[in-house]
């Protein structure tokens, strides 16, 4: 998995894995979600994240236990 921020277009960009998009669907405003051919999400793009993320330069990443 992949997170990036563009600070120059603040697009945050969370990529779970590299299977080819194959379609992309605008779920809610600004929030972009990407597709395999199967229909499994493959990534996800914030548009306009720095009204959106608390911090887009800062990320906690906590595992479930």
Known sequence: ?????DPKTYTLRVVLN????????EDKPGVILDYDRDGNVVSMEVLDASN?????????FRAAI
Do not use: C, G, I, N
Not at 52 to 60: I, K, Y
């Open 18 to 25: 590299s299977l080819p998009v194959a379609e992309s669907d």
């Open 1 to 5: 998995m992949t997170v990036t921020y």
């Open 52 to 60: 959106r993320v608390e911090d887009p330069h800062q990320m906690d």
